[in-house]
Nanobody
Framework: QLQLVESGGGLVQVGGSLRLSCAASGSTLDRYAIGWFRQAPGKDREATLC????????NYVDSVKGRFTISRDNAKNTVNLQMNDLKPEDTKVYYCAVLEGSVCSGYARYYDYWGQGTQVIVSS
């Protein structure tokens, strides 16, 4: 059974950076599409960035373009989300998710495994 654990969230000031990591156990990630989603209280979970099995990236949120970067480290079986120039509107719980296929989707319902989430708070 694939399990995912996110880490790296926390409190940061506006303009700061955080690096989120998603570590997998129970299976290797290199065959799958991996997405980072985020969710604010009372809102739907939204896709931000996703990395296909071939390493190509899909960006689903215009506001993170140029600020967020997704990467995978197959040797460590992790996927990372580097977040720079953070803004108050980035304050959300961030989740990594695995889609048991090689191509990303922007819809949460297509993802098969989820981490527990990590809170990001951007303080002004």
């Amino acid at each position: 059974q694939l399990q995912l654990v996110e880490s790296g969230g926390g409190l940061v000031q506006v303009g700061g950076s955080l690096r989120l990591s998603c570590a997998a156990s129970g299976s290797t990630l290199d065959r799958y599409a991996i997405g980072w989603f985020r969710q604010a209280p009372g809102k739907d979970r939204e896709a931000t960035l996703c990395i296909n099995a071939d390493g190509s990236v899909r960006n689903y949120v215009d506001s993170v373009k140029g600020r967020f970067t997704i990467s995978r480290d197959n040797a460590k079986n992790t996927v990372n989300l580097q977040m720079n120039d953070l803004k108050p509107e980035d304050t959300k719980v961030y989740y990594c998710a695995v889609l048991e296929g090689s191509v990303c989707s922007g819809y949460a319902r297509y993802y098969d495994y989820w981490g527990q989430g990590t809170q990001v708070i951007v303080s002004s």
